[in-house]
DNA sequence: GCAATTTAATTCATACATGAAATATTATCA
DNA sequence: TGATAATATTTCATGTATGAATTAAATTGC
């Protein structure tokens, strides 16, 4: 029986473990929490990339994309309005629909954070060569049950949305 | 800039959503988190390995070996004691001290999960050959920072704090 | 020998995760 | 058309994570 040390999730949380606190220290310091960040990092991204098609930052698309559950993303969402980064605004097409979208403050925060984050990725990626990265890459989605190529669930919404 | 969905945090956590649902429902089948659960096993390991070594199972050891913060623990064990897998007992050489120790009900779910456990395992295993997953444990360390027979990060920020 | 520090466990406040259920709205079809 | 199903979001209850502070006991320095 493998030991429980060496189990897939246990490897999988030190990995985590290793890897977040350098993030989270980020985060903290700019007042945000690591799921703050990840929906504040999609709706602002859905903004710039499609800036005229507010309907992509609806809850089940952030959802989605930061892997964080709707229900969650409800508090989280919450917070975040207290604190002037989102507004939700309520679509009059189908009123069961609420799109989020960054205010001015949040998207300059974004842009405050976003050279920083990937500024400790790029720490973190001298560990392994660009070869390494692929594989790993490649086995963390075999390993979860997913085919290199095949898309998951998230890009499937993406492109559909 | 790396795509928000190829960094290594979110393959990190997609690995994790893919593979822990069926060991949480598993987990949620015997009435037990799966926080609960890696206490109960790193318990019952410490019993079985060093059965005249209570000391093994200290709150700190435990913590260390699930990645459970110290405060977190605190309130797992509590509900576990509720429930009657765990029973406290302090040290009388060092009262700072306090042992966790499973209770015979804990021993036997013990022995009735950790087959089931393993056979999710195994069935997790056909994904990869066995080279695969010796790779991905190598490049996950690696990625983590942490060289094969270093300590682990827990520890780390421990001794670093 | 005792003040200062360290250590182990715990408490507290805030934030997040999860399953189940509720609410409100829109779509379906017999 | 009107009961029913589906959809998007939210609420609720319970459990967990995290940083900061607390308590109690043990160790260290002087």
Redesign the pocket.
Request: zero cysteines.
């Given at each position: 029986m493998v030991p429980f040390k060496n189990s897939l999730p246990m490897q999988l949380y030190r990995a985590l473990?290793a890897v977040?606190?350098a993030y989270?220290?980020l985060f903290?310091a700019h007042n945000?929490?690591?799921?703050?960040w990840r929906?504040l990092r999609v709706v602002w991204e859905c903004q710039k990339t499609t800036p005229h098609m507010v309907s992509g930052a609806?809850?089940?698309?952030v959802?989605e994309a930061?892997?964080?559950?709707?229900?969650?993303?409800?508090?989280?969402?919450?917070?975040?309005v207290?604190?002037g980064l989102l507004t939700?605004l309520?679509?009059?097409?189908?009123?069961?629909?609420?799109?989020?979208l960054p205010t001015p403050k949040a998207r300059a925060l974004a842009e405050t954070v976003l050279p920083k984050v990937d500024a400790i990725r790029a720490d973190i990626a001298d560990r392994l060569t660009e070869a390494e990265w692929e594989t790993l890459g490649a086995l963390l989605s075999k390993a979860g049950g997913t085919k290199p190529n095949e898309k998951t669930q998230v890009e499937n919404e993406r492109t559909a949305g």
């Open positions: 473990d977040m606190p989270r220290a903290a945000l929490t690591e799921p703050q929906v609806t809850p089940l698309h959802s930061t892997l964080i559950s709707a229900q969650s993303l409800v508090g989280i969402v919450d917070r975040m207290a604190k939700r309520r679509s009059v097409d189908d009123r069961r629909m609420v799109y989020l």
